[in-house]
């Protein structure tokens, strides 16, 4: 089989050329109605397809990132523009440690080659210092950060010309909110000179409030881009219509795409059960087998 080529940011960010966005969860053990990686997945690209503010793109959700020799990934990875994480601490991490080191060196290739990189929730997590630095330009270090368990609270735009906060204004939320990131030497002001623009931000914690970054932006200098932010640890907060219009905004501006003034918006089903990670068909060795991309239904919809 004849090796992929390397894809530049160029080409992944083409104007004319139909977006891929991979979706891949990680382990995660938390109880039912938090967390549930395959479902917000499923849900996040179920969105990403069908809302009619954005053009025809294609999408796919794995359960796992793949390890050894996988030819089908490697060339799922080079179509991609972007990659959307979600899991119990970021994904890669989570991996037996025999595949994590090729696992990292094959998303930093990816990355160096233009692909763009969204983490939610728990995925922006690390247990020290750790490539999302340079990747995403910050992240969350267990047991040194902090997080506001189970807290009302007010998510407010940072940045409110920035296209991610199109379409939505301040929301209140019962999350549990992580802050107090790792942005470098510096902190937050001297990430902000090297490509990083907040995005949301909260006053936490509540009994001492300060203004607390929960949510950036951040364009590489090679083109590509990455999107963190807090979202969600309850499975029945995307039913709120600010907190899914930012998150989706975030996935369509780090894919590269353009965000219309009034947001990424779709309507969806009551009962979001119909996401359920239940759905989820390993294959016989007991790991998901990468699939095809989803077909282009853009022309359905419009």
């Not at 090796?3 to 109880?31: C, D, K, N, Y």
Request: aromatic share 8%; glycine share 8%; charged share 20%.
């Amino acid at each position: 089989m004849k090796p992929v080529p390397a894809q530049s940011s160029t080409t992944r960010h083409s104007p004319l050329a139909t977006r891929h966005v991979l979706f891949i969860a990680g382990e995660e053990t938390h109880p039912p109605g938090t967390h549930e990686a395959m479902a917000t997945l499923r849900l996040l690209a179920h969105c990403m397809q069908e809302s009619e503010d954005l053009p025809p793109l294609r999408t796919l959700v794995l359960e796992e990132w793949p390890t050894g020799k996988n030819d089908e990934f490697e060339r799922t990875l080079a179509e991609a523009d972007s990659v959307v994480f979600l899991g119990d601490l970021f994904p890669l991490l989570k991996l037996p440690e025999s595949g994590q080191s090729a696992a990292h060196a094959q998303l930093d290739r990816a990355i160096r080659n233009g692909l763009s990189l969204v983490c939610l929730h728990y995925a922006n997590a690390t247990r020290g210092p750790h490539p999302l630095l340079e990747w995403a330009g910050g992240y969350w270090v267990m047991r040194t950060a902090r997080t506001d368990g189970n807290c009302e609270t007010d998510i407010h735009r940072t940045t409110p010309n920035h296209p991610v906060s199109r379409g939505w204004d301040t929301f209140h939320v019962r999350d549990e909110i992580y802050y107090g990131f790792q942005f470098g030497d510096g902190g937050i002001e001297a990430a902000v000179m090297r490509g990083v623009t907040p995005i949301l931000h909260a006053m936490l914690p509540q009994d001492a409030p300060n203004k607390e970054v929960v949510g950036w932006a951040f364009e590489r200098g090679d083109g590509g881009r990455a999107f963190m932010a807090y979202v969600t640890h309850y499975f029945e907060n995307w039913k709120i219509d600010p907190l899914r219009t930012m998150t989706l905004n975030g996935i369509a501006w780090a894919s590269g795409l353009d965000i219309p003034p009034h947001g990424v918006r779709i309507r969806l089903p009551h009962d979001l059960s119909v996401f359920s990670p239940k759905t989820a068909q390993p294959n016989s060795q007991g790991g998901l087998r990468p699939q095809s991309w989803s077909s282009v239904i853009g022309d359905q919809r419009h």
